[in-house]
């Protein structure tokens, strides 16, 4: 069966992200689909330490942290919703170490896998998100996963205020007919 796990890169409980991330898992569950909520807030996943014992030893990660449950998580899905709100023109930290720990992980990890990036912020200028949307672009050209959809969320500075955006809410209503 197909799954569909969400990663929240958001601290905030019932933020944005979250709303959006719950409201395409709601969708894919609907469908079918096998669906699981993550809060890497809560993941316990450590900085990478570039000290590649992982691509020496080829047996992974040496530190032992959350980042094992997240990578047979991540194995055993197909696709994934990643959402994080832009801080300071970037993805925030939670999701920026999570992304890192990717090094560690078997190729296998990323095989025939799709993504759905889904990205609130304050600004309503897109060109606010590129950076977050190209960075996961080209991320995922290089390592060879799909980017099945962008969901990009203007305009919302509350926790919670994207519920008052009916156009934003049917994209990630219609986001996993993309899958
Ligand atoms: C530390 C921090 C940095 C932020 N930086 C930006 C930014 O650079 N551009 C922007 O448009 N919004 C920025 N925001 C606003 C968030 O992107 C916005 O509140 C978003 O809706 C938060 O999503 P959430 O509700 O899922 O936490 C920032 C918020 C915080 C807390």
Redesign the pocket.
């Known amino acids: 069966m197909t799954k569909v796990i969400g990663f929240c890169g ?3 409980k019932n ?4 709303f959006l991330i719950e409201t395409i898992l709601k969708n894919a569950a609907e469908k079918g689909f096998e669906t699981e909520y993550v809060s890497l807030n809560k993941a316990d996943i450590g900085f990478c330490e570039a000290c590649d014992a992982c691509r020496k030893s080829g047996k992974g990660c040496v530190k032992k942290d959350g980042m094992q449950v997240m990578g047979e998580k991540m194995k055993e899905s197909d696709v994934w919703v990643l959402g994080t ?5 970037g993805p925030t930290a939670q999701m920026k170490v999570f992304t890192d720990r990717w090094y560690g992980l078997p190729r296998e990890t990323f095989q025939n896998k799709k993504v759905i990036l889904v990205v ?4 309503t200028e897109e060109k ?1 998100a590129s950076h977050v949307i190209g960075m996961y672009q080209d991320a995922f050209d290089y390592i060879g996963v799909e980017m099945a959809d962008i969901i990009v ?1 203007k305009g ?2 509350e ?1 919670g ?1 994207v519920q008052a955006k009916p156009d934003i809410i049917k994209q990630a209503e219609d986001a996993v007919n993309k899958i």
């Open positions: 958001s601290p905030r933020g944005n992200t979250h709100p832009v801080y300071w023109w609130p912020m304050e600004d606010t969320a919302v500075m926790a205020a």
